[in-house]
């Protein structure tokens, strides 16, 4: 190579590299900007939702008692709290009882056609407008309720609560107990008005359904060739090759889905708006339902200080939960 | 009727479901496929049938038109169209970028310790509530663009250009903040799936890191489509925080993205508590929630397409 | 004086020592092979030749190496790789390129060539070299994925030749080819051997008989012998090297 043409080569390298910083450095940029909103807000939520709890009366307080009106000083999210754990719960056994099988059959079953096509119907649902499954279940439960409670849950709230009156007969000391679960009963089952946490629980069902499905199929797509022939091989039926020998290799990642899908569903909003509806008071879960993203919800957009505050506190009792599902699910998995 | 027939067939037919895999796993395992597939066409019809009088009504003028109207019983949702298709576009333009930076900073810049920390943040970032974001969208994310924009918009037009905190364009930002992970989540996959061997030959031509990232984006580039139409459908979608931080502007149409506007989604949600009242105002947001269906349908069957097309 | 020399050059992944003090000369527009069973250590050599070994963080590396006298861990590792090409046992085209462009993928990167005009002249002499420019000269727009493993294999050498090396590297090159393609890749060798020097990899010592000039014989991360090759099939000084290339060795 001559000097001049090497000369030339050095300069070419040199601004190659230079490019290289630039552009490694604007990825870099970019990768940071992603994540800093992340602790913007989760600094912003507990910096005021802590004081906000500690303004309206403490932790405990506000675990436990109603939202404050506008002109209240203290309050809290107690029956919101409630409606979400209940719901929550619900939602999420529905969801994995539901969304496991169907994610075993979709992981599994790839030579099936059919399993192709329920495997897209998965794939379009998991992150499917939330507001949009909201209103499918609102849609369906105006459309059912009047049958609903007129012929199956209005004989069956009638008959448990009769229960109540004729077991004194046979179980005389029992009777104080059962007088009291016959007016706890009336809180769970029963006739339900057009928003109810039942519908609630339905549609946060159908969200963690196609999240859990997914994870469950990819993590038995990713059990190796040799390892899936043994179970099949040693188990004798299909449902011990799946769910007793493989269970060790899948249980971990189903487990992440269900915690992390729980975490999802506590948060949602949108899907409750028109099921549960939302509710300032303890309340019957077959009528509105409160839940705390409801009430962040709806107390952030009044113009009523207290009410702001409290949906600050409220926040921070959220993001605590979601954290803590969050950080347990990355531990364990 | 014919809600409470679906209602009741359900719980036999879960219960045969289960039952079924215990005897026969395989025919057991196809009902929950069923069922999946039955949630999916009963949600689209039931839009269908919801939405009818309006569409009986006015036809297609419903998704043309501008106008919000309750007393007079008049709608159309072109402006939440619009406000739809606006805070999307902002919000995948500025989302597109940091997935892509996410992905190049875990696979090539970070030290192996570090790319698990991070990673969890980005997911993080996805599981946490959109109300939440929607709270700190509304105090703290829309006034600061306010300032910000107008900052600018004084040294550069002269006039504040944004006269409210809560506008279009906050919400594309937030968006943008928020289906930054869904994209992220996928392009990394993809970056990940680039064989060593062909990493080795990249390098091998003398290639600098940065030249070889670029090149190994190229390599996944179904993946990034698949990521931009997975955001974009989330985008789309997003209810609780835009409704928060967009203004609710219901009945004005605009294009001009600093202004307040609304989109589908958040019009749904914003009006459906006066919507009992009126007679037309229910089937007129069905009419929206058919919209957005199917376009959370297409989108997001798009983005399996093209991802599963570069799997083969 | 030696093209590459190579002093006390060891090589560790984490904690396992892979090569322990090999010492190497290359002559220049010869091929020098490396052979030995696997494990020994060959593949390992050879990336450090290119500075690859790079690539894993998890890999140690101590010892000198001299490309022509000059350090190359002092040299600036693009220049290195431009004077030091790599051939690799699978054929590693990018897929989702063209023929053409994998081909001119080098010469855009460092700059090597000005306008279409001589760009396109450098691909089609280098895929002519590397005996491929007819089986493709019709297709060079297709995707290089859609070739067979030979013509891939011969794409990748024409890859390399792009660059108009000094050296080049080739890591068991025809492990995955059928004979013919074989062949044919050992018969380009023997012409490309009178501009450049080649380090040959092979785990089939037959091939160091059939085309190389030197051969080296490593054994669990040490080269036990080293010599012109007909002196080392056939005076071999060590009884490890007479098993090795009897064939009684794996």
Known sequence: ???????????????????????????????????????????????????????????????????????????????????????????????????????????????????????????????????????????????????????????????????????????????????????????????????????????????????????????????????????????????????????????????????????????????????????????PFTGPTGAVPLWIWYAAQTPYDVQIVSAYGAAAVLLTIILTIFIIARIRG | MLGFLLIVLLIPYLIAAYALLLVKLKWGLKQFGALIVAIIGLLTAMFFVEAYPIIERDGLAVFLEVRWDPVRESYGVLQALTGTILTSAVAIALAMPMALGVAVTINEILPARLRGIFGSLVDLTATMPTVIF??????????????????????????????????????????????????????????????????????????????????????????????????????????????????????????????????????????????????????????????????????????????????? | MAKIEVKDLRVSFGALPVTTGVNLSIPDRSITALMGPSGSGKSTILRVLNRLIELYPEAKVSGEVYLDGQNIFDMNVLELRRKVQMIFQIPNPIPNLSVFENVALGLKLNRLVRGRRELFERVKSALEKAQLWDEVKDRLGAPAGKLSGGQQQRLCVARALAFEPEVLLADEPTANLDPENTAKVEALFLELKKEMSIVLVTHYPPQAARISDYAAFLYKGQIVEWGPTRDVFTKPRHELTEKYVTGRLY
């Open chain 1, 1 to 283: 190579m001559t000097a001049k043409s090497h000369d030339r080569v050095q300069v070419v390298d040199a601004e190659r590299q230079l490019i290289n910083w630039l552009g490694l450095g604007l990825f870099a940029f970019l990768g940071v900007v992603a994540v800093v909103p992340l602790f913007l807000i989760i600094s912003d939520v507990y910096i005021k939702g802590i004081d906000a709890i500690n303004s309206l009366g403490g932790l405990w307080v506000f675990l436990t008692e109603l939202p404050p009106t506008p002109y209240d000083e203290s309050g809290g999210i107690g029956p919101m709290l409630v409606g979400t754990l209940y719901m929550t719960a619900l939602g999420a056994l529905l969801g994995i009882a539901v969304g496991f099988p169907l994610g075993v059959y979709i992981g599994e079953m790839r030579k099936e056609k059919f399993a192709n096509v329920a495997r897209a119907g998965v794939n379009v649902l998991v992150e499917f407008p939330t507001i949009v499954v909201g209103l499918f279940v609102y849609a369906v439960m105006s459309l059912a309720k009047e049958d609903l409670n007129r012929y199956m849950l209005g004989p069956l709230s009638n008959a448990i609560s009769s229960l109540g009156e004729w077991t004194p007969r046979f179980i005389g000391p029992l009777d104080n107990v059962i007088s009291l679960l016959g007016e706890w009963i009336p809180w769970f089952i029963g006739p339900l008005d057009g928003f109810n946490a039942y519908a609630g629980a339905v549609a946060l069902t159908l969200i963690m359904i196609p999240y859990v499905a997914l994870i469950t199929a990819s993590a038995y797509a990713s059990v190796e060739q040799p390892l899936r022939e043994a179970a099949y091989a040693t188990a004798g039926r299909e449902f011990n090759a799946l769910f007793v020998v493989l269970r060790k290799a899948v249980s971990r990642a189903v487990l992440t889905a269900a915690l992390l899908g729980t975490a999802k569903i506590a948060g949602e909003t949108a899907p409750l708006l028109f099921t549960a509806f939302g509710n300032f008071y303890y309340a």
């Open chain 2, 134 to 312: 929607g709270l700190w969208g509304l105090f703290v994310l829309g006034p600061f663009l306010q300032d910000a924009v107008n900052f600018v918009s004084r040294s550069l037009v002269g006039d504040d250009v944004m006269t409210s905190p809560y506008t279009l364009f906050t919400a594309g930002v937030l968006l943008a903040i928020m289906i930054t992970p869904y994209a992220a989540a996928v392009i990394r996959e993809g970056y990940a799936l680039v064989p060593k061997p062909v990493e080795e030959a990249i390098y091998a031509m003398g290639a600098t890191k940065f030249e070889a990232a670029l090149i190994k984006l190229r390599y996944a580039r179904n993946y990034i489509l698949g990521g931009f139409f997975l955001a974009l459908g989330r985008a789309m979608g997003e209810t609780v925080a835009v409704a928060m931080v967009v203004g609710g502007n219901f009945s004005r149409f605009t294009t001009n993205i600093f202004e307040s506007g609304i989109t589908i989604s958040s019009l749904i949600a914003l009006q459906f508590p006066n919507a009992a009242a009126y007679q037309y105002m229910v089937p007129a947001l069905f009419a929206g929630a058919l919209l957005l269906t199917l376009f959370g349908l297409a989108i997001n069957a798009v983005a399996i397409y093209i991802i599963q097309r570069g799997q083969i």
